[in-house]
T-cell receptor, first 111, second 113 residues
Framework: QKEVEQNSGPLSVPEGAIASLNCTYSDRGSQSFFWYRQYSGKSPELIMSIYSNGDKEDGRFTAQLNKASQYVSLLIRDSQPSDSATYLCAVILYTGNQFYFGTGTSLTVIP | KAGVTQTPRYLIKTRGQQVTLSCSPISGHRSVSWYQQTPGQGLQFLFEYFSETQRNKGNFPGRFSGRQFSNSRSEMNVSTLELGDSALYLC????????????FGPGTRLLVL
């Protein structure tokens, strides 16, 4: 089992819809979780981090963390074509010595 | 503040050669991590340096090595290149620890022929 798993997609949503991206992780003791966005040919850029159970909102983005079920999700409201990218979930495991990244979910927002 | 910079941006090498990549972190950041990104494997952690010391290492062969200088700039070296080393190599920096947010550079795209 990989440390971090994501559905590779592709995920397509119409403009204005809610895009839902999911990520599961293997280490129950993990404490730090991050979502990065990566446009084609570019490097990853941080969208948001989350450390506590529940929801964290930042503009159109909401991260949700459920440690009991070992999943973290990202919701993108009012999706725009500019949101079309690969979304990477990253987790710092309990040992705390490195980031583990999922392989990413490709999102396409259709105008 | 200037972001993370990496040089060169593109490299073409042949099998058996060696290559050195450079990374300059954000000013004030002392932790530098290196990642390899390939379509099949995604982002994989190579190693992390802090205060000129390798603090953490991923599961890569000894052909992959690195170092960090007193100004926090870092280099990674790959010896005896193999076709499978073709990838995007990303450097990321954070203030002190790998637990903090990492900021990525633009990457160096290496093609091994």
């Amino acid at each position: 089992q990989k440390e971090v798993e994501q559905n590779s997609g592709p995920l397509s949503v119409p403009e204005g819809a809610i895009a839902s991206l999911n990520c599961t992780y293997s280490d129950r003791g993990s404490q730090s979780f991050f979502w990065y966005r990566q446009y084609s040919g570019k490097s990853p850029e941080l969208i948001m981090s989350i450390y506590s159970n529940g929801d964290k909102e930042d503009g159109r983005f909401t991260a949700q963390l459920n440690k009991a079920s070992q999943y973290v999700s990202l919701l993108i409201r009012d999706s725009q074509p500019s949101d079309s990218a690969t979304y990477l979930c990253a987790v710092i495991l309990y040992t705390g010595n490195q980031f583990y990244f999922g392989t990413g979910t490709s999102l396409t927002v259709i105008p | 503040k200037a972001g993370v910079t990496q040089t060169p941006r593109y490299l073409i090498k042949t099998r058996g050669q060696q290559v050195t990549l450079s990374c300059s972190p954000i000013s004030g950041h002392r932790s530098v991590s290196w990642y390899q990104q390939t379509p099949g494997q995604g982002l994989q952690f190579l190693f992390e340096y802090f205060s000129e010391t390798q603090r953490n290492k991923g599961n890569f062969p000894g052909r992959f090595s690195g170092r960090q200088f007193s100004n926090s700039r870092s280099e990674m070296n790959v010896s005896t290149l193999e076709l499978g080393d073709s990838a995007l190599y990303l450097c990321a920096s954070s203030l002190k620890t790998v637990q903090e947010t990492q900021y990525f550079g633009p990457g160096t795209r290496l093609l091994v022929l």
